[in-house]
């Protein structure tokens, strides 16, 4: 049979589209490059982003985005407070994000969390004061602290090695297929010279043939109960940043895209810990629950703080005597006499954060439950995105 001219045409450009494809990469490329050096979204404005591979439309989306905001930053007069929250708010997080809407669902978080908690508690025979006083008085019960002793350092760090096991064989489940060198992670802790030299805990990400490690600060142990650490394992860990961020650096993100969509990584680490409780790790164990509560009042009140100080006028102690009332405890790593002031110093910053997770959570909802890890899949295998990206999520996988 004699081929067409549009066949021909068409064999002609599947042959060639290998090479189009690099091409067109290696132009796109070039043009972040140059963005990135002179601030100009100009260089963007030619390419299609309905043509490109997902990774390669995510780092032109987010590029433009972030972009065209600071553009909008650098005409701001001085004394434009509030306008310049709002666009570093964006600018952190996505364009689908005003400090209003931010209020509201923070709001309507904080009233759930409080309301989950205050069931727990009752359950537990405590029914006495505000959800933050049972929490402070939760943290000060010695029946639930480890002994603060190389031996109980070492219980703390086993029981977190133990939880980890218990999800790392649920990850594919939930996840879909992750590099097995994400698997290879444990918990350690700070070695001697470490907390002689003052420093806090931190990760070592795993990578092909490098095991992974989160390495836990519980110098102060009395502050980390049994019931506040389960959480910390599958932020850190799994099905947290152990599997985003070595998948993202496989990925290899523009390094725009790093700068405007900052928020995601938290995001995904505190959804991660939702993810974790959904599959049932806390399953009468209302205490282990609690813990998880706390973390997710962490994050809420202090995106809440962030617009309370910087648009409502709050003072320092203001913000501390109302996030005392919502939470009761600090969140370990962020005592108020430090992480109060850095709020004020870094506007938007984690209400940002805040909303972009609880945005991945509402997108997640709404998958179908059957559809749930391709979701999942689409979230990790391309590294971060902005908010506005995650509808999009079945153009993306």
């Known amino acids: 049979?004699?081929?067409?001219?549009?066949?021909?045409?068409?064999?002609?450009?599947?042959?060639?589209?290998?090479?189009?494809?690099?091409?067109?990469?290696?132009d796109l490329r070039a043009a972040l490059d140059a963005a990135e050096r002179d601030g100009d979204p100009k260089h963007l404005a030619r390419f299609d982003a309905r043509a490109l591979p997902p990774?390669?439309?995510?780092?032109?989306?987010?590029?433009?985005?972030?972009?065209?905001?600071?553009?909008?930053?650098?005409?701001?007069?001085?004394?434009?407070?509030?306008?310049?929250?709002?666009?570093?708010?964006?600018?952190?997080?996505?364009?689908?994000?005003?400090p209003d809407r931010a209020r509201r669902r923070l709001t309507r978080e904080l009233d759930r969390l409080t309301a989950r908690a205050d069931r727990l508690f009752r359950c537990l025979g405590r029914t006495q004061g505000s959800v933050g006083e049972r929490y402070r008085a939760l943290f000060s019960d010695p029946q639930w602290h480890y002994s603060d002793s190389e031996a109980g350092r070492d219980h703390a760090v086993a029981d977190m090695n133990r939880a980890l096991a218990a999800t790392r064989g649920r990850v594919s489940a939930l996840l879909g297929p992750v590099p097995p060198f994400c698997l290879d992670?444990?918990?350690?802790?700070?070695?001697?010279?470490?907390?002689?030299?003052?420093?806090?805990?931190?990760?070592?990400?795993?990578?092909?043939?490098?095991?992974?490690?989160?390495?836990?600060?519980?110098?102060?142990?009395?502050?980390?109960?049994?019931?506040?650490?389960i959480s910390a394992v599958h932020h850190e860990m799994l099905p947290g940043h152990m599997t985003?961020?070595?998948?993202?650096?496989?990925?290899?993100?523009?390094?725009?895209?790093?700068?405007?969509?900052?928020?995601?990584?938290?995001?995904?680490?505190?959804?991660?810990?939702?993810?974790?409780?959904?599959?049932?790790?806390?399953?009468?164990?209302?205490?282990?629950?609690?813990?998880?509560?706390?973390?997710?009042?962490?994050?809420?009140?202090r995106g809440l703080a962030d617009l309370g100080i910087h648009l409502d006028g709050w003072s320092i102690d203001q913000t501390r005597t109302q996030i005392i009332a919502w939470q009761g405890e600090p969140g370990y790593f962020a005592p108020f006499e430090v992480d109060l002031p850095r709020i004020a110093k870094e506007p938007a910053t984690r209400t940002a954060e805040a909303v972009a997770w609880l945005d991945l959570a509402d997108t997640a909802a709404g998958v179908p439950a059957g559809e749930r890890v391709r979701f999942h899949q689409a979230m990790l295998c391309f590294g971060r995105m902005r908010t506005e990206a995650y509808a999009d999520w079945r153009r993306i996988i």
């Open 244 to 301: 985003q961020m070595p998948m993202e650096v496989l990925a290899a993100p523009h390094p725009l895209r790093l700068r405007y969509a900052p928020s995601y990584a938290e995001a995904w680490g505190i959804y991660a810990e939702q993810l974790a409780a959904a599959d049932g790790v806390y399953n009468n164990d209302p205490l282990g629950e609690l813990g998880h509560i706390h973390w997710l009042l962490f994050r809420v009140t």
């Open 55 to 98: 990774g390669q439309r995510l780092d032109l989306l987010s590029a433009r985005a972030g972009l065209a905001i600071d553009v909008k930053l650098a005409r701001l007069a001085p004394g434009q407070s509030s306008e310049q929250f709002a666009l570093l708010l964006q600018q952190r997080s996505g364009t689908n994000v005003t």
């Open 1 to 26: 049979m004699k081929a067409t001219r549009r066949a021909v045409l068409a064999g002609l450009g599947a042959l060639a589209s290998p090479a189009l494809a690099r091409r067109s990469g290696d």
């Open 185 to 229: 992670v444990a918990t350690r802790k700070l070695s001697a010279a470490e907390l002689a030299a003052g420093r806090s805990g931190y990760r070592e990400l795993p990578t092909q043939g490098k095991s992974g490690a989160y390495v836990v600060d519980i110098k102060d142990i009395a502050r980390r109960p049994k019931w506040s650490l």
